[in-house]
């Protein structure tokens, strides 16, 4: 089994829905982090936290510590929005990686 | 807009060739990363550096090397090319201690193998 497992790994929605991405872990964290990876292979780091809740733009990502759960969520969903997501945790300073959510949003 | 720059972008090559990746970031920062990613699976560290003349292997066994002379300079170097190297080879930086800031991702280099 993974230490970080994402569901669901792919996810097509119309322009428009509430998407939820969510991240489960199986280790002890410092941080968990949420990258966005287009299809052209570059990653932009969208969020990187340890508790509670950040939001930047249409994005949130919230994360429980005790259940050992973390979610991205996307306001709005445009069809920009479309791309990998990835979960990624610290643990003992060594990052452990998710496989990813593939999201499409058709127009 | 993150300042961190990887050539070649895509690059196909013979069995046997030596190649070299290139990485340079613009930011100053003291750490460097390579990882490894095939399509539609998770990240995988092959290489790390915490500063200048400081190397380090990651979790997945590679038969690449790593040099960091300079600060804004990791490359990444194949002796031998093989069909088992194809792969995209993602750079990235951090500006704090390890792994615990903001990770900055260059666009990588997709490496074919014939």
């Known amino acids: 089994k993974n230490e970080v497992e994402q569901s669901p790994q792919n996810l097509t929605a119309q322009e428009g829905e509430f998407i939820t991405i969510n991240c489960s872990y199986s280790v002890g964290i410092s941080a968990l982090h949420w990258l966005q990876q287009h299809p052209g292979g570059g990653i932009v780091s969208l969020f990187m936290?340890?508790?509670?809740?950040k939001k930047h733009g249409r994005l949130i990502a919230t994360i429980n510590i005790q259940e050992k759960h973390s979610s991205l969520h996307i306001t709005a969903s445009h069809p920009r929005d479309s791309a990998v997501y990835i979960c990624?945790?610290?643990?003992?300073?060594?990052?452990?990686w998710g496989a990813g959510t593939k999201l499409i949003i058709k127009p | 807009e993150a300042d961190i720059y990887q050539t070649p972008r895509y690059l196909v090559i013979g069995t046997g060739k030596k190649i070299t990746l290139e990485c340079s970031q613009t930011?100053?920062?003291?750490?460097m990363y390579w990882y490894q990613q095939d399509p539609g699976m998770e990240l995988h560290l092959i290489h790390y550096?915490?500063?200048?003349?400081?190397?380090e292997k990651g979790d997945l066994s590679s038969e690449s090397t790593v040099s960091r002379i300079r600060t804004e300079h990791f490359p990444l170097t194949l002796e031998s090319a093989r069909p088992s190297h194809t792969s995209q080879y993602l750079c990235a930086s951090s500006p704090h201690a390890p792994n615990t800031g903001e990770l900055f991702f260059g666009e990588g280099s997709r490496l074919t193998v014939l």
């Open positions: 550096s915490y500063g200048v003349n400081s190397t």
């Open positions: 930011m100053g920062h003291d750490k």
């Open positions: 936290l340890s508790s509670g809740k």
């Open positions: 990624a945790v610290l643990s003992n300073y060594q990052l452990i």
